[in-house]
């Protein structure tokens, strides 16, 4: 199962801000706020609290004590999320979105079979765990499913076109580019005199790649007898010049960089640079730019959502109104208490 992360279910419910709907419901004693005609009960803001101390108990860290700032942040993180739980339901109802239990039924089985071999044991030890009640693994699933849909059925009508493609492609034309490239193989050593030695002994007829593997202080490449492909440009300007100006076979004298001392050897010839054709990219430039036109939909959704719903219309319980209030950093408002 994946990690039913606390105080955050899903992409969508981290991207809500704790304000509410119109609000209809009845702020009870029970209650730590209400959102449109929705009830968020202590009860649950106890149970998250306790998640939160299990946590804090697994990595063997002193849970913060009430009344500390410590404590008020975490505090208000929680009834936030519970805010944003509240809302995502509710935009939920409105849009049509409804997770069965049968739904559920199914996500749990599949976390079982990808992430427990299929063991119910296995399971029911990670939810116990994470400080969780089967039924409230339960309704956290339930909330990523609902959280996912609505990303759905939001971003449902977000087409990417030949023109977009190809418009990404032509502005992004560097990215598909690749720089001439060469096979090389060096010794990096710190201290000149070992170079100069060194370079003398490959010139007398010595086994660069055995060398390599005794001198060399380049970990990506000495165990390998020196042996790297380089790009253009994708070194230091000092190795980069040499690597690319030496004749194939050639070996150089000592080339000093930042690193050290480096003597190289061209082992084949440069490669010429090449640019990926776009019919190569079609598909993975059509994928990440309808991710991104998605993502823009859902948090321009977001923000409108946001703006209808705060400004006072989402109701706390006397000593639980987070702080800063959420509703504040989007309008300047904030909502009301009891």
Known sequence: MRRLVLFGFASLALLAAGCGGTTSASLGSDDVAVVGDQQVSKQEFQQLMARAQKSYDQQKRAFPKAGTAEYEQLKGQA??????????????????VDVSNDKVDQEIARYKKQYYGGSDARYEKAVKQQGLTDDQAREAIRQQLISQALFKKVTGGV??????????YDTHKTQYVQPESRDVRHILVTKNP???????????GG?????????SKDPGSAANGGKLTVSKGQTVPQFDKAAFELKTGQISQPVHTQYGYHIIQALSAVKAATTTKL????????QQHEQRKKNDEITKWLADTKKSYCGGK?????????NPDPCATLTGSTSTTQ
């Open 79 to 96: 009834i936030t999320f519970l805010i944003q739980q509240a809302e995502v339901d509710s935009q939920a109802k409105k849009l049509g």
């Open 194 to 204: 070992l170079a100069d030695s060194l370079y003398q002994q490959l010139k007398n």
């Open 159 to 168: 087409k990417v076109t030949d023109s977009d493609v190809k418009q990404y």
């Open 314 to 322: 989402i109701k706390y319980q006397v000593g639980y109104q987070p």
């Open 279 to 286: 019919s190569q990219v079609r598909a993975s430039i059509r």
């Open 207 to 215: 086994n660069f790649a055995k060398l390599a593997k005794q001198y």
